[in-house]
C-alpha cells in the first residue's frame, strides 16, 4: 500500500511529521506492507496535513489527519474526501507550472521524468539559443516575480551581449507577505526550477547558475541543495548536459533576512557579498549583472514555468489567459479564508470569485473588509473592487497589482489605519538607505499616520504629499510602492482614518 | 588578537568556500553556525582574507538582519509579523509572547533560554499565524499553542 504523506513546510507546519512518523510505527505494530511517500502538497493548505492512499480508483484523501486518526486511517474507518483529483479545487485549476507538485516525490527523479519531467529541456537542447528564446517569447511568458516584463525579451538581450561569461541567477527571495509559490514548487518538485534554469542556460549561452533562497526558507533550501546534488550526478548539471556537449552547473545560496534583496540588482549585490544596497539602473543586469557580467534575473515560477513552455509549446501555454496577460497564474489564496492555498489558474478569473467561491470567504465568518494583492507593496482593494479581472493591464486599471499573485484576505474587524501604518514601518524597517524619500519618509510617514490617528485631520493632506514624493522621488519599487497600500487604506476605507478622531474628541 | 584556535575554525570555514564568487555572506552563515553569532575577532581574518577592509565586513554584517555580534538564548522563536499573519491575530499573539518573556523584539529572556524576534513572512500564509523554533516551522499558532511552544524552550 503507498500512502503519501506531504513533506511541503506548511504541511509539516502543521503536523505532518507526527502523522508520518505515527502512520510508520502502527503499520510496523501491526506488520502492514506500507511504502510512505513524502510527496509535496496539492496546494490545499486548508485539508493539511492531507494524506493519500492509492486506491485501484485512485488517490483517496484524508485530511485533516490529525495522530489520533491514524488507526482509523489504516483501519479504513476514517471518513475520505474521494480521490484527490476529483475535488472540486483541483478539478477547477489548470495546473502547468504546478503539473507534478504534490503528485510526485519531490527528489525522484524517474517520478520526474515519468510525469513530463526533462521533456522540456530535451527539446530545447535540439534547438538553437535563439530558438528556444523565440519560444519564449512567443509563448507570451512574462515575469512571474512582480513587474511582469516578458521573459523572451530579456533573455534575447542577454543572448545578445557579448562575453566571456553570462549567468543565470534565480530570484527565490519571495518576502512578499502572502506568498508561497516559489516555497512551494521548490520544495515539491524542485527539479522544474533545476530543468527551467539549464534551459535558460542553454537559450543565453550561460554556464553558470545560481539560486538566491531567503533564509526564512531552510526547508525549501535543504531540498533544493538534495535536488541539486542528484541532478548533477545524473548528468543533468555539469559539464555535458544531458550528453549535449553544452556545460551548465548551478549553486544554491542563502539570502541573509532582507526583504530588499528580492529587488534583482540588491539580490546581485548580495551575491557578490556585499550590502544588499538598489543599483541604479543602467546599466541593466542583462548587460552587466552578476560580477558586472550579462546576467538572466528571473523569479523562480519565470523559470519553473519555461520547461512546461518546452515540452507542450509556445502555442499551447499562450492559449490561456486574458489579453497580454497570457498563460496559467499560480495564485496564492492566504490570510483570513476558509480554503487558503495554491491555485493555479489562467490569467482572467475575477477577483470577487475568487475569494467568494474559491477561497470560500473568510475564516472567521464575518464580511471581507479588504484584499490585499501583491505583497506589502500592493493595493488594498475593496469589495466594489471584486469585478477586476485577475491579470496585470486589469488590476493595474485599477490601481493595483497583481505582483507576485500574492492575495491576503481581511475581515471587516480590520483597522486599516493600522494596516497603512504597518506598511510605512515595514518600508523603514526594510529600506536600504539609498534614497531619503524612501529612508526618511517611511520613518516620517509612520509618525504622520499616529498623528492621524489622534484624531489630526490635518495630517492627511501631509501623508498624500508625504506619498507624492515618495512614489516620485524612489530609486526602487520598495519606496516607490509603499504609497500603494498606504493610499488604498486612505481612500477605499476614509472611516478607518476619520473615525478615530471622532473617537479622540 | 585571535587566538590559535579561532584561526584554525577559521581557516577551515575559509577553505571550504575558496571555490565560491562572492563568497563573503555564505561565509558569514559558517560563522554563525559554528558559534551562533559573529565574533568581532573573525572580522579582520575575513577581511584579510577576501582583500576588503574591516569596515566592508562590518557593514555587510551590520546590513542583514540575520547576522547576530552576541550570542542568542538558547532557542530562537521567530514570530511572523507580516499581513497574512496579521490577518488571523498575529499581533495578539506577539503581545502575548513579548508579555510572557517580559523582553522586546530581539530580546533574549533573563534565563538566556529564548531569543524572540520578528520575521516577516515564513511562506506559511495559508495556515497562519506562522512561527518558527530553531529552524522549525510551526502553522495555525493560536494562544495555547504558543505557551506550549515557550514552555518547551524553558521560558
Ligand atoms: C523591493 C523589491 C522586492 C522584490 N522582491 C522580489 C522577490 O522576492 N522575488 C522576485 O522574484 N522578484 C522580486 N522583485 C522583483 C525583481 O526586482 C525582479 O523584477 C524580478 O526578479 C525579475 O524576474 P521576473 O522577470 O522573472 O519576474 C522585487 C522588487 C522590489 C522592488
Ligand atoms: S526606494 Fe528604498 S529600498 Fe529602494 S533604493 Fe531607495 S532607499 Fe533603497
Ligand atoms: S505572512 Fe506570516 S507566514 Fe506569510
Not at chain 1, 224 to 245: F, N, P
Not at chain 1, 337 to 355: M, S
Amino acid at each position: 500500500m503507498k500512502i503519501y504523506i506531504p513533506l511541503d513546510s506548511a504541511a509539516k507546519a502543521v503536523g505532518a511529521d507526527d502523522v508520518a512518523d505515527a502512520i510508520l510505527l502502527e503499520a510496523n505494530t501491526r506488520g502492514l506492507d506500507i511504502e510512505v511517500i513524502r510527496n509535496g502538497t496539492r496546494g490545499m493548505i486548508w485539508l493539511e496535513p492531507l494524506v493519500e492512499i492509492e486506491t485501484e480508483s485512485g488517490r483517496v484523501g484524508y485530511g485533516i489527519v490529525d495522530v489520533a486518526d491514524v488507526p482509523a486511517l489504516l483501519d479504513g474507518k476514517l471518513e475520505s474526501l474521494g480521490v484527490v483529483e476529483d475535488l472540486d479545487w483541483m478539478k477547477g485549476q489548470t495546473r502547468l507550472t504546478f503539473q507534478r507538485c504534490g503528485i510526485t516525490d519531490p527528489l525522484s527523479l524517474t517520478d520526474y521524468e515519468a510525469h513530463g519531467g526533462l521533456t522540456g529541456l530535451r527539446n530545447a537542447i535540439a534547438m538553437t539559443p535563439a530558438g528556444i528564446v523565440e519560444e519564449v517569447t512567443n509563448s507570451g511568458l512574462r515575469g512571474r516575480g512582480g513587474a511582469g516584463f516578458p521573459t523572451g525579451i530579456k533573455w534575447n538581450t542577454v543572448l545578445g551581449a557579448q562575453a566571456d561569461q553570462k549567468y543565470i541567477v534565480c530570484n527565490a527571495d519571495e518576502g512578499d507577505s502572502g506568498t508561497f509559490a516559489d516555497r512551494m514548487i521548490m520544495e515539491g518538485d524542485p527539479f522544474t526550477l533545476i530543468e527551467g534554469m539549464i534551459i535558460a542556460g542553454l537559450a543565453v549561452e550561460a554556464t553558470q547558475g545560481y539560486v538566491y533562497l531567503r533564509s526564512e526558507y531552510p526547508d525549501a533550501i535543504d531540498i533544493m541543495e538534495k535536488a541539486v546534488v542528484l541532478a548533477r550526478a545524473a548528468g543533468i548539471l555539469g559539464a555535458d548536459v544531458l550528453g549535449s556537449g553544452r556545460a551548465f552547473d548551478m549553486e544554491i545560496r542563502v539570502g541573509a533576512g532582507a526583504y530588499v534583496c528580492g529587488e534583482e540588482t540588491s539580490l546581485l549585490n548580495s551575491l557578490e557579498g556585499k550590502r544588499g544596497v538598489v543599483r541604479a539602473k543602467p546599466p541593466l543586469p542583462a548587460l552587466e549583472g552578476f560580477l558586472g557580467k550579462p546576467t538572466v534575473v528571473n523569479n523562480v515560477i519565470s523559470l519553473a514555468t519555461v520547461p512546461v513552455v518546452m515540452e507542450k509549446g509556445a502555442a499551447h501555454y499562450a492559449d490561456f489567459g486574458l489579453g497580454r496577460s497570457k498563460g496559467t497564474m499560480p495564485i496564492q489564496i492566504a490570510g483570513n479564508v476558509k480554503f487558503g492555498g495554491l491555485y493555479e489558474t489562467a490569467f482572467g478569473l475575477p477577483l470577487g470569485d475568487l475569494i467568494d467561491k474559491i477561497a470560500g470567504g473568510t475564516l472567521s465568518g464575518r464580511p471581507v473588509k479588504a484584499v490585499q494583492v501583491g505583497g506589502p507593496l500592493g493595493a488594498y482593494m475593496p469589495r466594489s473592487k471584486f469585478d477586476t479581472p485577475f491579470a496585470y493591464e486589469e488590476f493595474d486599471g485599477q490601481g493595483g497589482l497583481i505582483g507576485h499573485a500574492g492575495v491576503v484576505v481581511f475581515d471587516d474587524s480590520t483597522d486599516m489605519l493600522g494596516m497603512a501604518r504597518f506598511a510605512m514601518e515595514f518600508c523603514a524597517v526594510e529600506s536600504c538607505g539609498k534614497c531619503t524619500p524612501c529612508r526618511i519618509g517611511a520613518v516620517r510617514g509612520v509618525e504622520t499616520i499616529d498623528r492621524i490617528g489622534k484624531g489630526d485631520t490635518d495630517a492627511i493632506e501631509l501623508l498624500e504629499d508625504l506619498c507624492e514624493t515618495m512614489k516620485d522621488g524612489s530609486l526602487c519599487a520598495l519606496g516607490g510602492f509603499t504609497p500603494f497600500p498606504v493610499m488604498s487604506a486612505l481612500q477605499n476605507f476614509p472611516d478607518d482614518f476619520a473615525t478615530k478622531k471622532e473617537a479622540a474628541e | 588578537m585571535s587566538d590559535v584556535q579561532t584561526i584554525e575554525i577559521m581557516q577551515g570555514i575559509l577553505a571550504r568556500h575558496a571555490k565560491q564568487e562572492g563568497p563573503l555572506l555564505p561565509i558569514l552563515h559558517s560563522v554563525q553556525a559554528e558559534y551562533g553569532f559573529i565574533p568581532v575577532d573573525v572580522v579582520q581574518i575575513i577581511a584579510d582574507h577576501l582583500n576588503i577592509t574591516r569596515a566592508e565586513v562590518h557593514g555587510v554584517i551590520s546590513f542583514y538582519h540575520d547576522f547576530r555580534d552576541a550570542p542568542a538564548g538558547k532557542h530562537i522563536i521567530k514570530i511572523c509579523r507580516a499581513e497574512a499573519c496579521q490577518s488571523v491575530g498575529a499581533n495578539a499573539l506577539s503581545d502575548r509572547a513579548l508579555e510572557k518573556l517580559g523582553v522586546e523584539w530581539g530580546g533574549t529572556t533573563a534565563n538566556s533560554s529564548v531569543t524572540i524576534e520578528a520575521v516577516y513572512c515564513l511562506g506559511l500564509c495559508a495556515c497562519g499565524p506562522a512561527a518558527m523554533v530553531d529552524g522549525k516551522v510551526v502553522g495555525r499558532v493560536d494562544g495555547a499553542k504558543l505557551d506550549k511552544l515557550l514552555a518547551e524552550a524553558g521560558a
